[in-house]
């Protein structure tokens, strides 16, 4: 699997995402990654857009760059603020504040011993917590970062690849489900 495979599906009304995933996908187009970062928060994005073939193809892409400790740590991201994402949110908007001093009660186990770096893991849970729409995680974990000498340019680089891949991921799902319709007209 290569970028150029991806992109060769990609519809042509969506020509700015091919450009962008040739771009965010790169150390000069992610100002602030290394190759393992960018590819790691590509899988833990893909992951989170909920396009099952289209993460193990971003999966195969990155397969000569990460090991397996990496790749579980993004996919253990996209698998904790999953949930996380989705509990956080309902504290903040439901409007009581209460709800915010109640424990959570679940297990978050992988945020304090993730697999690889700390620092990395909260790079993939920045990405999934942007694509999943939760304020108070997106909030935390750029904090995390920041507190951790991550800078600006390089959180948004992780904004960025996860825009283009949840994008790319919704895109490539409408186009499948539209040649099955048109073969199933057909039949």
Known sequence: ????????????YAKDLKLNLSSVLTTQGAPGLNESQILATAVASA???RNPAFAREIEALAAGTLDDET?????????????????????????????????????????????????????YSLAVSAINGCGMCMASH?????KSGIG?????????????????AVVLEHAQAV?????AEAA
């Open 1 to 12: 699997m290569t970028i150029e495979d991806i992109k060769a599906r990609i519809p042509d």
């Open 47 to 49: 992951h989170a857009a």
């Open 71 to 123: 790749l579980t740590a993004a996919r253990s991201a996209a698998a904790i603020m999953a949930m996380n994402n989705i509990y956080y949110r309902f504290t903040h908007l439901v409007g009581d504040e209460e709800y915010r001093t109640l424990p959570a009660r679940l297990r978050m186990n992988v945020i304090a011993k993730p697999a690889g770096e700390k620092t990395d893991f909260e790079l």
């Open 142 to 146: 750029e904090q995390v970062l920041r």
């Open 152 to 168: 600006r340019e390089a959180i948004q680089s992780v904004a960025r690849i996860a825009s283009v891949v949840h994008a790319v």
């Open 179 to 183: 040649t099955q319709a048109r073969t």
